[in-house]
């Protein structure tokens, strides 16, 4: 899979991609990871990137003509005639629709991914309108630039591509992952203690020691019961979720049984 980043600041990107899961994926041949520097396509002696705003206001906007030339310098077919299905182009902004995991498993499945990182007061609108396929925003909040945003979303999705992780099933039992029933290929030494998020937040995970200043981890966890394991941490996903994030409990595939429990947990 290959990634573009168009920015003002690519050596914003230095660290990042040279740790943990996503160098090792890099290194690897896995992903590739191209960083484009949007000055390096100004004609100017001063690299000019950003103007005033037509209509006045504040802060300063990104002008279109770098980041056409940046973009035609990729070979990006016309936006009227792409394949979004091998490749697209994602402007981050603070207006765009919300980054989720449904939204990574999507782009896992495309081959390019180029990101126009938005910096100032924004970019110029002929640039979403004409070479962009999406905007997408990483959280309901405003960063200085998007370059943050493309670095969460290159992570995320490198994460699910096939052998990037030790354990390919590190990415299906997760928070907002999918539920038993949508799991393909499930492995038989999976052990049925485990149990998938169904669009919830994960269960919390105990290690060694045992007992950490005097707090014990659960008992069911050392039992051997792959059973009452199982129930044990579906009851604390629902939990968990129900306490931090109400929300998702809206659209996520509930049994019976979790129905009630959670009636149980509203009424205290």
């Known amino acids: 899979m290959q990634f573009e980043i168009l920015t003002i600041f690519p050596e914003f990107f230095t660290s990042p991609f040279r740790h943990g899961v996503l160098a090792r994926a890099i290194d690897g041949g896995i992903v590739k990871v191209g960083v484009h520097d949007l000055r390096a396509f100004t004609h100017d002696r001063h690299r000019t990137v950003d103007d005033r705003p037509f209509g006045g206001g504040e802060g300063m906007v990104l002008k279109p003509e ?86 969460v979303i290159v992570d995320t999705v490198t994460r699910l591509l096939p052998g990037v992780l030790g354990n390919a099933d590190s990415s299906r039992f997760e928070s907002f992952g999918k539920a038993d029933g949508s799991l393909e290929n499930l492995v038989a030494d999976v052990p049925r203690s485990m149990h998938g998020a169904g669009g919830l937040l994960d269960y919390p995970h105990y290690t060694r020691p045992p007992v950490f200043r005097g707090t014990a981890v659960p008992e069911v966890l050392a039992g051997g019961d792959h059973a009452a394991i199982r129930k044990w941490r579906r009851e604390r996903q629902l939990e968990k979720t129900w306490r931090n994030r ?21 009424l205290g």
């Open 66 to 151: 770098p980041i056409f030339e940046a973009a035609q310098s990729l070979a990006l077919a016309e936006k009227s005639a792409r394949d979004t299905k091998r490749e697209t182009v994602i402007l981050l902004s603070a207006q765009g629709k919300r980054f989720t995991q449904s939204v990574a498993q999507e782009l896992a499945g495309i081959e390019r991914v180029v990101f126009i990182c938005g910096r100032y007061e924004g970019v110029d609108e002929r640039v979403n309108e004409l070479l962009c396929d999406r905007e997408l925003s990483i959280g309901d909040y405003v960063l200085s630039g998007g370059e943050l945003g493309a670095a």
């Open 246 to 266: 109400p929300d998702l409990l809206a659209q996520a595939e509930l049994s019976a049984e979790d129905r009630k429990f959670l009636e149980r947990l509203s």
